[in-house]
């Protein structure tokens, strides 16, 4: 059992949504230790929406996932809107940015995330990208493992890709369990090879989240449902191999009320507790 990874922020997240806001500001469930937000949905408000985060941010940890950063893109960085990051984390005391591994922008915005091509062009193309924006930020970034439907001029696999980036980076990794998932159906190959292969060390924190089955070789990511058992089962697997760390559960529609998210939060708290305990089973043996 490998040791526990907790970047100083708690060990289990939910996403925060703006339908969420009222019944949060009330009360946070204590099964809450952290929350996550994208910072391009918060950024530019004002008035009362404004004051209401400021007053959770106040009192909760938070961290922040990235929507728009396009750090694959074939377009020059938007350095004014890395800086206007680094002011709004400042101002929320903002634990840890992270973004995807991916580009939604080339001479315009496609306001979804398409795939970087697995190929050495393309890390040396992303690399130098990813360690502009921690040195303008001035701290290192986490880059999540996405959920792809093609993979066009593919020369690397996906884990190759990844591995490398995080390392000539020298990046964090935001582990999402469900896109291994989803990646191992739509691309026929071992979920648990695959989060094996990832590396413990780059662990900034996790995701969990449900997806849309829509046919028995194709899986749609869509954060709209509750998270399914095999995917549980590839969390348990990913604290055995890796350490418990930080996870967060994702949930961006067809969102239920506060006591049914906090059910899945409880089995977040309940796979981490098996290898806590353990741990702390075998230190006092």
């Given at each position: 059992m490998k040791t526990t990874q907790n970047a100083g922020f708690g060990m289990v997240g939910l996403g925060l949504r703006r339908e969420m806001l009222d019944e949060l500001l009330e009360h946070v469930p204590k099964q809450v230790d952290f929350m996550e937000v994208a910072p391009e949905n918060w950024l530019k408000l004002g008035g009362r929406f404004k004051k209401q985060f400021k007053t959770l941010t106040d009192v909760t940890n938070f961290v922040c996932h990235g929507l728009s950063l396009s750090i694959g893109s074939p377009e020059p960085l938007d350095i004014e809107f890395v800086k206007s990051l680094k002011t709004f984390f400042d101002e929320h005391n903002i634990k840890i940015f992270s973004e995807h591994l991916s580009y939604c922008s080339g001479t315009g915005h496609m306001y979804d995330l398409m795939p970087i091509p697995f190929t050495q062009d393309a890390i040396a193309h992303v690399v130098p990208r990813i360690k502009q924006v921690q040195d303008i930020l001035e701290r290192q970034i986490a880059i999540e493992n996405v959920s792809y439907y093609g993979a066009p001029g593919q020369e690397l696999s996906e884990l190759e890709f990844t591995n490398t980036i995080l390392e000539q980076a020298d990046c964090k990794l935001l582990l999402d369990v469900n896109n291994i998932y989803v990646n191992s159906i739509n691309h026929?190959?071992?979920?648990?090879?695959?989060?094996?292969?990832?590396?413990?060390?780059?662990?900034?924190?996790?995701?969990?989240?449900?997806?849309?089955?829509?046919?028995?070789?194709?899986?749609?990511?869509?954060?709209?449902?509750?998270?399914?058992?095999?995917?549980?089962?590839?969390?348990?697997?990913?604290?055995?191999?890796?350490?418990?760390?930080?996870?967060?559960?994702?949930?961006?529609?067809?969102?239920?009320?506060?006591?049914?998210?906090?059910?899945?939060?409880?089995?977040?708290?309940?796979?981490?507790?098996?290898?806590?305990?353990?741990?702390?089973?075998?230190?006092?043996?």
């Open positions: 026929g190959y071992n979920a648990e090879e695959f989060l094996n292969g990832l590396p413990s060390k780059r662990i900034a924190y996790g995701h969990v989240a449900g997806h849309y089955n829509e046919a028995e070789d194709l899986i749609v990511d869509t954060h709209g449902a509750d998270v399914i058992d095999p995917v549980w089962e590839l969390l348990d697997k990913a604290y055995a191999k890796h350490g418990v760390f930080p996870t967060l559960l994702e949930r961006d529609f067809n969102i239920p009320t506060m006591n049914v998210l906090t059910k899945e939060l409880d089995i977040i708290h309940e796979l981490q507790s098996k290898y806590l305990n353990s741990s702390l089973t075998k230190q006092s043996a």
